[in-house]
């Protein structure tokens, strides 16, 4: 079997044994990654491969980071980092007057990046003696790293000069961060996949905030749907949840209030008897944003809430968007997207609009604001095959490691569909041609990514 993928079927035997469930677009992905792990290690026998994860960490932490995306760094999807700085944190801090703890919880923290980035936020905005910060991973070899806190030049890419010179010790090439922030943080292996929680017992419950970003994209729909209803309940009363753009949308399994901001998909518990930190009973608490960009709130499925109150019927949706891709084939880009914004606004859960938005926007040559467009997308339709391939356009320059995982999404999608089934939303595009396309442009970010990363 050395240098031959796996079956799918041994493959799922695989990502079980060392706590992960796989939707079936990825199947095939995984199955040659660990396939190549095999070969590394000289094991032809499946069965033995089997027998020793769990047994032996070093292979099965192999195993972990071939069929996962690693790739982190210090404050990752920066419009969320804003959104908990300018939003989140104040009206927690209004509702704690009594000086109890902030807890925030990062689940799948890898090298510790993420909780690291939300101790220096909190210590910004002087918070730090206020913040109880948590962390969790499943490999044990990224929390060894994690818990050393030493981080190469790649990590803290997108970290202001000012805080890399407040917060960390340089030397070598290498930036040691401060022990004053590195104390503030608790690590803790955690299998999210089978771990029962909420669990008090040990301390993974009545969280103000939690951040669970691209971790459910790796986890099957029903595991999805177990684990979206633990995360509510490991909510404290107004608690937050925080996702990423490529993971599933969880509002349909918990009682989640739910917004879609310019960061991407908020969610929220509500408080007690109803109430909300604006007063609000009906519909979601606003969220102060300090962004020109346009937020759209919209509530978790209620039974209060009809279906035609949530989303327009299919005749009213398409009619929406002939018009707005009227005006964007006839080059009036401008009134395409005001269209388009205005009807994101009536209609948010509309994926398709969000689509046209963003196409608007690209035409137009505003990339930053067409990849939020097109990651709400994704929030939406996971299989939107056409907006991971845009997604991964907007982002090769100022993300290379997204844009390769946009368009590796985009092939795996393709590769499952027959090559001449037609693509939703891109016209005359076979899934076959996409799929093409979507492995010239991983081509094309490779050889790119691989000359500028230092």
Known sequence: MTGHALPSKLADEVACRVGLSLPTSRKGAVASAIGRVMARRDIDDSSLFLNRLGLDQDLTDDVIA???VGETYFFRDPDQFQLISQAILPEL????PDGSLVRIWSIGCATGEEPYSLAILCDEEGLLQDV???AADVSRKALAAAKAAEYGEWSLRNTDRKLKDRYFTSGEGRFRLNERLRRQVDFAHLNLGAVDLPAPERGLADFDLILCRNVLVYLDASTVRRIARQL???LADGGWLLTAP???PLWKYAPFETSITPAGVVYRRMIAHGDTPGGSISGVAPIPCQSKRPVAHVSAPRACVTDEQKTPDDKALKAIARQIRSRYDMGETREAQRLAAQAVQSHPLAAELHFLQGLSQMADGQTDAAAAALRRVVYLDGNMAAAQFLLGVCLMHSDPQA???????????????PPRERVALMSGATAGDL???ARREIGKVRRGWGSERP
Do not use: G, K, M
Request: with cysteine; proline share 3%; glycine share 0%.
């Open 232 to 234: 509510f309940a490991c």
């Open 246 to 248: 490529t993971d599933p």
């Open 132 to 134: 109880r910060i948590s």
């Open 403 to 417: 844009s390769r995982r946009a368009f590796e999404n985009v092939l795996h999608f393709c590769l499952s569909r």
């Open 93 to 96: 801090r209004r509702r704690r």
């Open 435 to 437: 799929a093409e396309r």
């Open 66 to 68: 071939a069929i996962t």
